[in-house]
């Protein structure tokens, strides 16, 4: 997943140079260690555990700043889709049905026109239903690893969990089964 942040308030750095002088660099300094952004209508939380900053200089001797982080698994939020990964997706599972609460995932494609259809449904759904997590998985090339662990053959697909196993799937864009059984295992 590519994380492109811009932030507002920068600060001035002075850099020796080779002549004894010094210049200005300005660099993006982050302050907070929670990081609220949007991709879409979908909001997405990510916690960041620690943060480093690299600078150096490419080959034609621009300065580049390079920005590494680990990240912390934070829980989904009650009422909104998470956006999963490969890697967020089974450490959230897991943590959601610890505590009890069925997992409803997503996996769709940017290209899917019946995955555009169910996409705002789906939103509602996580809306209305406070007590299920919602989750959604692009199951692009980079989450291909993961698509294919789940077995997923068509977009859209729907997978219930209950006790980090797949207890239903749903198949197509055929809300009113993904409902009856939201209800079912709930």
């Known amino acids: 997943m590519a994380l492109q942040v811009s932030l507002s308030s920068s600060s001035m750095l002075s850099t020796p140079t080779s002549g004894g002088s010094s210049r200005s660099v300005t660099q993006s300094v982050v302050v907070a260690d929670h990081l609220n952004f949007s991709t879409g209508s979908q909001r997405i939380s990510k916690v960041f555990k620690s943060l480093s900053l690299r600078n150096s200089e490419n080959r034609r001797g621009a300065r580049v700043f390079t920005v590494k982080s680990s990240l912390d698994i934070a829980s989904p939020v009650v009422g909104q889709v998470t956006e999963v990964d ?11 049905t610890a505590e009890d ?11 899917c026109g019946p995955c555009k259809v169910m996409a705002p449904k789906f939103a509602k759904l996580a809306e209305k239903y406070l007590d299920v997590v919602f989750m959604k998985l692009d199951c ?3 989450n291909r690893p993961l698509a294919k662990e789940l077995g997923i053959k068509v ?8 006790n980090n196993e797949v207890v239903k799937e749903v198949t197509g864009a055929k809300f009113d089964d993904l409902v009856k059984y939201i209800e079912d295992f709930k």
Do not use: C, H, R, S
């Open 140 to 142: 692009n090339n980079e």
């Open 155 to 162: 977009v859209p697909t729907f997978k219930i969990f209950k």
């Open 86 to 96: 490969k890697d967020t997706f089974w450490p959230l599972v897991k943590g959601a």
């Open 101 to 111: 609460k069925i997992v409803v995932l997503d996996m769709y494609t940017q290209w």
